[in-house]
């Protein structure tokens, strides 16, 4: 098994409980995946990650939604693919801004980049040639 099909089944999955430990580098999830009747409690862990970024909000998201108020979350796609940024503005410029896995969580998103993913505490090496899709390519606005 493959990190992809490992995390496959977390399309949907409900969101128990978000960890970040900034000094670690890990991030983690504990989650519930529910098929028909049966339920059943995993983690993904995300650990020595080497960059990330939280889009809370896009220019498409809907004028109601508060991330803040959700009675519940759930990722709503797990995505492995190379997506790299682009910023004009002369402080952003030097930090890296490529990323390997977006995790929506409903109309939000976090955009990391790390070599490395546990499964119930199985570890998975993520290689960039092993990437479902094509490169992603976006032009983030300097502040």
Known sequence: MNYKEACDPFWGAIIKNMEFDFFSEVIKFDLIVIDGETQADHTLEIRD???????????????????KSCDYYEFTAITFRDVHANSDDKWLKHYPLDYNIIIEIWESALLIKSNMVFVDGVSFEIQSSQMSHGPCHTKCKGY
Do not use: A, M
């Open 49 to 67: 990650y080497e960059s990330l970024i939280w889009i809370e909000k896009s220019p498409y998201t809907h004028e109601n939604y508060d991330f």
